[in-house]
Every structure is written in C-alpha cells, then in structure tokens.
Nanobody, 122 residues
Framework: QVQLVESGGGLVQAGGSLRLSCAAT????????MGWYRQAPGKQRELVAL???????NYADSVKGRFTISADNAKNTVYLKMNSLKPEDTAVYYC????????????????WGQGTQVTVSS
C-alpha cells in the first residue's frame, strides 16, 4: 500500500509564494506520474500540474508561468512551487501518484494525499 504525506500549505497574501511537498511511502516498485490537483469550495477537483518519471511536465493554463512542478525520484517526492499567488488559487491541494507496487508481480496503484489548504488573501 502506498501512502502520500503532503505539507506546505497555508495562508499567504496575493503575490506571495508557497511550496507544497508530497512524499510517497510504501512498497513502491516504480512511479509513473506524480501530480497536483486542487478543489475550491463548490467546484470540481481540477488538475494543476503533472510530471512524469521522465521529467515531462504539464500545467493547467491558469497556472502556467507561475507554478513549477518538480520531483525527486530518489525520495519519491513531488513539489509544487507556487509564485505570484492569486485569490482564485485558494483551494485544497491534493497530491496524486500512480505507478506500480512491489509484489510477486508488480501491480498498479493510484493514491491520493489527504489534501492541504492553500488560502490566498487579497
């Protein structure tokens, strides 16, 4: 079983920065993708950024140029550096990881973090 532990959320003024971290632990055989999603009150969960094991990154249009996703593959950890934060970035941010767990035959997994609140004041 793979567990994700997130950290780094908080309250920041508009224009400020935050860095989120998400560490995956457990019997991980390999990781395919790591990503961040967010869900604002009354809205659906949406993709913020994804990074593959090869380092390819994709971003939602709303965060391009402001957010940067990165990963430390040796630590099974993904980061999200958020700059120039706006009030509309306020949401609960969730980490998502998928890959293979170690077993007699490696099998797929997909896990979600518990979520971390990011609040941007105007």
């Amino acid at each position: 079983q793979v567990q994700l532990v997130e950290s780094g959320g908080g309250l920041v003024q508009a224009g400020g920065s935050l860095r989120l971290s998400c560490a995956a632990t457990g019997s991980i055989y390999s990781i395919n993708r790591m990503g961040w999603y967010r869900q604002a009150p009354g809205k659906q969960r949406e993709l913020v950024a994804l990074i593959t094991s090869g380092g390819s990154a994709n971003y939602a249009d709303s965060v391009k140029g402001r957010f940067t996703i990165s990963a430390d593959n040796a630590k099974n950890t993904v980061y999200l550096k958020m700059n120039s934060l706006k009030p509309e970035d306020t949401a609960v941010y969730y980490c998502n990881v998928d890959g293979l767990v170690a077993d007699f035959v490696p099998r797929p997994f997909g896990s979600w973090g518990q979520g971390t609140q990011v609040t941007v004041s105007s």
